[in-house]
C-alpha cells in the first residue's frame, strides 16, 4: 500500500490538508493540487493511481480533468468530492468514468472505503490480465454448474475466479432462463473466503414491497398488523456470507434508498425498530431488465445502479452461443435419464439437433432443459425424434436435412456430426480465417486445426 499515490485537486486549502491527513496516515504517497490546471501537470508528470478532485475548480473544472486524465492514462481511477446540493452533476460525471463520488464535508471512513475499493477492482483487473494469459490456451465445457464452451462463456469463467474472493459488487444481467442464479452461485462457490458461510438468495419480484423490506431486512414485534414477533431478515441471515438479489428492479424507490445504505455502509434498521445492525455481506445483483432504460424512466436510481454495476457480468442469450447446445443437450439427457431410470435412449436424432440449432430459443437455456425433459418422458424410441418435440418445433423446415440412414445416431456422434456442421459454418462466416473462427468457438488454434483434419476439412 505504501507505494499508491493519490492526487488530491481541490481549491479549498482546508479540505487539501484534512484529505492529506487522513491518507498520509493510511500509508499512501499523497501530492496535492489548488486547481485542475496545477493537477493536470502533476498527472503528465507523475502519474498518480487515483485522482480525488472537487467538481467545481477555477481554471480547469473537475469534468474537464477527468475527460483530460481519460486522454492520457485510462487508468487512473477519478473519485469527484461535491456538495450534497450537486449530487446529480456529480452522478452525470460517473457516467463520464468517474468511479465514485463523496459528498462534503468529507466523512473520514468512506473515503477509506472508497479508496479500499478502488484498489481491490484495480487488482481484480490485474488479476483477470494474468489469468486470461494463463487460459488463453484452456477451454472448459463445464465450470461449476455451468454448462458451455462457447468464448463467451470462457469469459465469463475467468471473470468469475478473478473476482469470487474480493469483496467487490456483481450485477448480473442477461435474459430470463440463460442461467444468472448458476452464475451466483459460482461465484460464492469460488470465493475462499465466503463459501462456507451462508447463500442467501431473494426472489424480489415475488414479493410486495411491504413484504420485501421485512424479508430482507426483519422487522419488530408490532411494526405491522402480522408482526407477532420480532424477526430476522435474510441480510441478518446472510452475515459473512452472499445475498443474491434476483429481479433487483423490482426494488420500490424507499428500498432502493435503503439498498444503497447497506451497500455503502453496511448497515440498516428493521422495519419498526431504530437500532441499527451492522452488517458483512458480499452483494450479487441480477435482472433481465434494462436498468439504463429504467433510469431513464425514473424508475431506478442512477446512484444505485453504480454502486452495484462494480462488476458486471452480461451472461449471452442461448441464440448467441448455439455452439454450446450439443454440450447442454447432453447434460440434461443425463440428468434427466437419472431420474427416469426406466428409460434408455441412446441418443438425439440428427435431425432433432438440427432443429435445436436453427432455433432462437426465446426462453434460453431454461427452455431447452424443459423440451429435453418433456422429450424423455414421451418418447417411445432409443432416438429422441422430430415428433417428440412441440408441435411449433415439429414443423420447422431444414432445407438442408435429408433423410438417409444416418438418420439416428447415438449421442456422442451426434454431438460430433453438430460440432463439425458448426465448425463448417463458423469457418465459411470467417471466409477460412482460422485464427478468427477459433476465437469465435473459444477454442485455440491447434484444436481447432485437430478438429478440421478430424472432420476432413483438411488432407491427412
Same mark, same amino acid.
Do not use: C, S
Given at each position: 500500500m505504501k507505494n499508491r499515490h493519490i492526487l488530491i485537486a481541490d481549491d479549498e486549502p482546508l479540505t487539501r490538508k484534512s484529505l492529506y491527513e487522513i491518507l498520509k496516515f493510511e500509508g499512501y504517497k499523497v501530492s496535492l493540487a489548488s486547481d485542475g490546471e496545477e493537477a493536470l501537470n502533476l498527472i503528465k508528470n507523475d502519474p498518480p493511481?487515483?485522482?480525488?478532485?472537487?467538481?467545481?475548480?477555477?481554471?480547469i473544472d473537475g469534468l474537464t480533468l477527468l475527460k483530460e486524465i481519460k486522454g492520457i492514462n485510462p487508468n487512473i481511477t477519478v473519485v469527484f468530492m461535491t456538495a450534497y446540493g450537486s449530487i446529480e452533476n456529480a452522478v452525470g460525471a460517473m457516467k463520464e468514468g468517474a468511479f465514485d463520488y463523496i459528498t462534503k464535508p468529507i466523512i473520514d471512513k468512506e473515503i477509506k472505503i472508497i479508496i479500499q475499493r478502488i484498489f481491490e477492482q484495480k487488482l481484480i483487473l490485474e488479476e483477470n490480465r494474468i489469468l486470461k494469459e494463463k487460459?488463453?490456451?484452456?477451454?472448459?465445457?463445464?465450470?461449476?454448474?455451468?454448462?458451455?464452451?462457447n468464448s463467451k462463456m470462457q469469459k465469463i469463467y475467468t471473470l468469475i475466479e478473478t473476482v469470487a474472493s474480493t469483496n467487490a459488487t456483481?450485477?448480473?444481467q442477461g435474459d430470463s432462463g440463460t442461467g444468472k442464479r448458476l452464475i451466483a452461485h459460482a461465484v460464492h462457490h469460488n470465493d475462499i473466503l465466503r463459501q462456507d458461510k451462508p447463500f442467501i438468495e431473494v426472489s424480489c419480484g415475488a414479493l410486495p414491497e411491504t413484504l420485501l423490506e421485512s424479508e430482507l431486512f426483519g422487522h419488530v414485534k408490532g411494526s405491522f398488523t402480522s408482526a407477532v414477533k420480532d424477526?430476522?431478515?435474510?441480510?441478518?441471515?446472510?452475515?459473512?456470507g452472499t445475498v443474491f438479489l434476483d429481479e433487483i428492479d423490482a426494488f420500490s424507490p424507499k428500498l432502493q434508498v435503503k439498498l444503497l445504505r447497506a451497500l455503502q455502509e453496511g448497515e440498516f434498521e428493521r422495519v419498526g425498530d431504530t437500532k441499527t445492525i451492522k452488517i458483512d455481506v458480499r452483494i450479487i445483483a441480477a435482472t433481465n431488465q434494462d436498468l439504463k432504460k429504467l433510469i431513464k424512466n425514473g424508475e431506478f436510481r442512477e446512484d444505485?445502479?453504480?454502486?452495484?454495476?462494480?462488476?458486471?457480468? *452480461?451472461?449471452? &442469450?442461448?441464440?448467441? =452461443?448455439?455452439?454450446?447446445?450439443?454440450?447442454?443437450?447432453?447434460?440434461f439427457l443425463d440428468k434427466c435419464l437419472k431420474k427416469i431410470k426406466r428409460k434408455k435412449i441412446k441418443g438425439v436424432s440428427k435431425e432433432v439437433m438440427k432443429?435445436?440449432?436453427? *432455433?432462437?430459443? &426465446?426462453?434460453?437455456? =431454461?427452455?431447452?432443459e424443459n423440451f429435453i425433459e418433456r422429450a424423455v418422458i414421451l418418447t417411445k424410441d432409443e432416438w429422441i425424434q422430430r415428433a417428440d418435440l412441440p408441435e411449433f418445433l415439429q414443423e420447422t423446415k431444414l432445407n438442408e436435412f435429408q433423410n438417409n440412414e444416418n438418420q439416428h445416431l447415438p449421442l456422442k456422434e451426434a454431438l460430433k456430426y453438430s460440432e463439425k456442421e458448426i465448425i463448417e459454418r463458423v469457418l465459411k462466416d470467417c471466409n477460412g480465417n482460422r485464427k478468427k473462427a477459433a476465437e469465435f468457438l473459444g477454442i485455440n488454434r491447434t484444436t481447432l486445426y485437430n478438429k478440421m483434419k478430424e472432420y476432413g476439412f483438411l488432407d491427412s
Open positions: 493511481d487515483i485522482v480525488i478532485t472537487d467538481l467545481k475548480m477555477p481554471k487460459l488463453a490456451d484452456t477451454t472448459r465445457d463445464k465450470f461449476h454448474k455451468i454448462i458451455g464452451q456483481i450485477l448480473i424477526r430476522e431478515g435474510r441480510f441478518e441471515a446472510a452475515d459473512k444505485l445502479y453504480y454502486r452495484l454495476n462494480v462488476i458486471p457480468i *452480461y451472461l449471452p &442469450p442461448l441464440r448467441e =452461443r448455439k455452439d454450446d447446445i450439443p454440450f447442454l443437450i447432453e447434460h432443429i435445436f440449432i436453427a *432455433y432462437d430459443w &426465446p426462453g434460453n437455456v =431454461r427452455e431447452l
